[in-house]
């Protein structure tokens, strides 16, 4: 399979497995634009760009994630989320499931 086939499943394909194809899975007009922004300069030693995001970039190389089109993570610090609230609520959750 190739960088490029890796890719298209983990946007287009996944979006389209899951029946949303029509929301998401693309950047276009009229989609809930949810995308990442990436730093391409550890990229140098690989020449192709599909390669370069499947098999060199991670979690480091994220400068900006959008949801929806809203700005939520910068530079990896949550930009409107109070994660000491998210985790409470995380615990609480678990906590009445059992």
Not at 25 to 53: H, N
Not at 65 to 73: E, H, K, N, P, T
Request: aromatic share 8%; hydrophobic share 45%; no cysteine.
């Amino acid at each position: 399979m190739s960088p490029y086939d890796v890719l298209r499943l983990h946007t287009v394909g996944s979006a389209d497995v899951l029946g949303v194809a029509d929301r998401l899975g693309s950047l276009e007009q009229g989609k809930l634009a949810d995308f990442l922004v990436i730093d391409p300069t550890r990229f140098r030693t690989i020449f192709d760009p599909y390669a370069s995001l499947v098999f060199v970039t991670d979690e480091r190389d994220l400068e900006r994630v959008y949801v929806g089109g809203d700005l939520l993570v910068q530079n990896g610090a949550f930009v409107k989320q109070d994660i000491s609230k998210v985790r409470r609520e995380v615990t609480q959750r678990v906590a009445a499931m059992r």
